[in-house]
């Protein structure tokens, strides 16, 4: 089949009744549910650009193997070419969105082509595991297929591995093997969109410690499978809202959930690992599945951090206050936040790694730089909209108010930008400025930047212990030389 429209996208969301519960409630219908709709058509017009003459060209390819047209975000980069084709894909995806969604389908597409064609470590485990993920990745790639994922366990008590937390299956495990497949019970989370994706990835950050056994899992499954329950969190728009008072919140809800296997049956040829705690702790190293789609992230983070950088820059100039020393020197602090992020993604880019396979990655070192820069310049771009906007932010008018004849002639005095900046136009960008910063919605894509990709501290450890491992410090050792040298400099 290859790249499917959205309508291909839509018909298959419909054909399906996964279990999804939002505010005490069992979803029944998923495409009409409000709070699902609006980002549900956003979806659906990422899958038309790839149709999309404009686009269709730098944004996929076509296969070897299949002869069909794919996504590039299921493309083995083996140069800087290729990453360049799949960068200008994660580009017109981020862009359609304003890099507000962070699970769009490219990031999952980039995790499972890097497991798969680096799935041969796992052959020694098991030879079924590694051809499992392999004929999985080619069944996403040929039905062009959206995932979501759930790699964290439930935030129980994090001073203790799964294996001993109170009730044995808290965490999602595995409680026996059937002749059909593997049953599988307990939780995970924070399976951003999956009530609108087609199917679920389960595997995990490594950490696993002996005991951990039966939770040492990586498997896949359609999104209705029996037994599988899909638990909201409380939606942070309700879907009624108005596009004008809610140009972003409005659109781009990106719904979290927690994932409950109710003694679930994994196909055995869904099981990518099981049981096998040394397995599944190499599975990040081995497979890339960290370094790739963080490719895809920085992209979108860029696209995220330029977009809130826009709208400090418009508002300011909206009302005037983008000529005073303190406003430029905010404003010009975030354009340089952007920049930062531009070069560190192109140097990522340029300093590719080659694997021993002929796959090449963005560089380690840049992409983890972003990784530790994003989660403080996206917030501190988030804060210079909230100084600039100041107590205008939260004197905006809605939409009804404008509909009303008898306070028309008010707003449009009273709420009037510098000179040539309508009311309604001022209004317009502080609403927009506000969902960013201030609605519960914008709360979340701070958590986001924070988050996604796991806990910013102990990443950066890691990334300081690599550096640490890698570095012999000659710099120093050099300047340290002078001490085994003074014997030899002559005295004056
Ligand atoms: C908006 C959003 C969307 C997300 N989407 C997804 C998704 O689609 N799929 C998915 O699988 N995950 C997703 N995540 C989850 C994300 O991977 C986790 O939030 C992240 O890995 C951190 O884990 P945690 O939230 O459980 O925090 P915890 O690990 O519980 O950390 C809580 C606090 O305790 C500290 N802490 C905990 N353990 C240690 C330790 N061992 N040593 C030192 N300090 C420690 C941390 O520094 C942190 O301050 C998403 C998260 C967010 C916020």
């Known amino acids: 089949m290859g790249i499917r429209t959205g309508k291909h996208y839509i018909e298959a969301l419909k054909s399906r009744n996964p279990e999804v519960w939002l505010s005490g ?5 998923i495409f009409e549910e409000p709070v699902f709709h609006q980002p549900i058509l956003e979806m659906a017009k990422l899958y038309d650009l790839q149709h999309d003459p404009k686009y269709q060209e730098e944004i996929t390819h076509i296969c070897e193997e299949t002869g069909e047209r794919i996504s590039n975000a299921f493309l083995v980069p083996k140069n800087y070419q290729d990453l360049e084709a799949r960068r200008r894909t994660f580009e017109v995806f981020a862009k359609a969105t304003f890099g507000l969604m962070g699970r769009t389908p490219d990031f999952l597409n980039v995790v499972l082509t890097s497991m798969a064609s680096n799935s041969e470590f796992l052959d020694k485990y098991n030879p079924e595991w590694g051809k499992n993920i392999r004929a999985y990745f080619k069944h996403v790639r040929d039905n062009d297929l959206f995932l979501t994922h759930a790699i964290i366990n439930p935030q129980n008590d994090r001073s203790k591995s799964s294996h001993e937390q109170h009730d044995t299956f808290t965490h999602l495990g595995a409680v026996k093997e059937t002749p ?3 049953l599988v019970r307990g939780a995970k989370m924070l399976a951003t969109l999956s009530p609108i994706t087609d199917e679920v990835i389960i595997y995990s950050f490594p950490g696993f410690k002996p005991g951990d056994e039966r939770y040492a899992l990586a498997f896949a499954l359609p999104i209705d499978t029996p037994g599988l329950r899909i638990l909201c969190r409380e939606a942070m728009q309700d879907g009624k809202r108005s596009v004008y008072d809610h140009p972003l919140a409005s659109r781009f809800e990106e719904m979290d959930a927690v994932l409950v296997f109710n003694d679930v049956l994994v196909p055995w040829d869904r099981v990518f690992l099981y049981n096998n705690v040394e397995a599944a702790n190499l599975l990040y190293p081995k497979t890339g599945i960290a370094q790739q789609p963080a490719h895809q992230s920085g992209v979108r983070g860029l696209i995220k951090l330029q977009f809130a950088t826009e709208v400090a820059c418009k508002l300011a100039d909206s009302i005037g206050v983008d000529g005073y020393l303190n406003v430029q020197n905010d404003l010009g602090e975030l354009v340089q936040s952007v920049e930062t992020i531009r070069a560190l993604l192109r140097v990522a880019e340029y300093e590719h790694e080659l694997m021993a396979t002929g796959e090449v990655m963005p560089a380690y070192a840049p992409l983890e730089t972003i ?9 501190r771009a988030i804060e210079v909209i909230q100084i600039i906007g100041a107590g205008g932010l939260l004197m905006s008018p809605t939409d009804a108010d404008f509909e009303n004849p008898e306070l028309r002639e008010d707003l449009d005095r009273y709420y009037v930008g510098r000179e040539d900046v309508s009311a309604e136009e001022r209004v317009h960008l502080f609403k927009l400025a506000w969902d960013l910063c201030g609605e ?8 986001y930047e924070r988050y996604y990709t796991g806990d910013p501290i102990r990443k950066r450890a890691i990334f300081y212990n690599n550096y640490k491992r890698n570095n012999s410090f000659e710099l120093v050792e050099e300047a340290l030389q002078v001490y085994d040298q003074r014997n030899e400099v002559p005295s004056l």
């Open 371 to 379: 990784r530790g820069l994003l989660p403080k310049m996206y917030p």
């Open 440 to 447: 519960a919605f914008g709360q979340r894509l701070l958590q």
């Open 180 to 182: 059909d497949g593997l």
């Open 25 to 29: 409630k069992r979803v029944t219908n």
